[in-house]
């Protein structure tokens, strides 16, 4: 399996960051990769949550991601659990938020 790391830092307070991405439904706001997203049933947070996604350029790419690990403000782990007219069976992606102290934060997925 392969491993693949990016991180960045957010000029942005952590709780702000955290408030984006636990809008879990919304990928597509923030994420250009995403042509389009929206969730799979009543829940939009937690884990449990399910979301479908639809990659650029003409969303034919689609997933399915299952929330599997949720600490507010801290770390969400989405299991990729469905992939359509990818070379990916699965994946895991893992968002984690560490402060540094500074009024900006981390974002490491």
Do not use: H
Not at 2 to 22: D, F, G, M, T, Y
Not at 97 to 105: D, E, F, K, R, Y
């Amino acid at each position: 399996m392969r491993n693949i790391k990016i991180e960045r830092v957010v000029a942005a307070p952590q709780s702000s960051v955290w408030a984006v991405l636990a809008d879990y439904p919304n990928i597509s706001d923030w994420n250009d990769g995403v042509l389009n997203s929206f969730a799979i049933g009543d829940q939009s947070e937690g884990v449990g949550a399910v979301r479908q996604t639809e990659l650029v350029p003409d969303g034919a790419m689609r997933m399915r991601e299952t929330v599997t690990e949720w600490v507010a403000d801290e770390r969400m782990v989405v299991a990729i659990d469905q992939v359509e007219q990818q070379p990916v069976k699965e994946a895991t992606m893992t968002f984690a938020l560490a402060g540094l102290g500074l009024p900006i934060s981390p974002l490491d997925c």
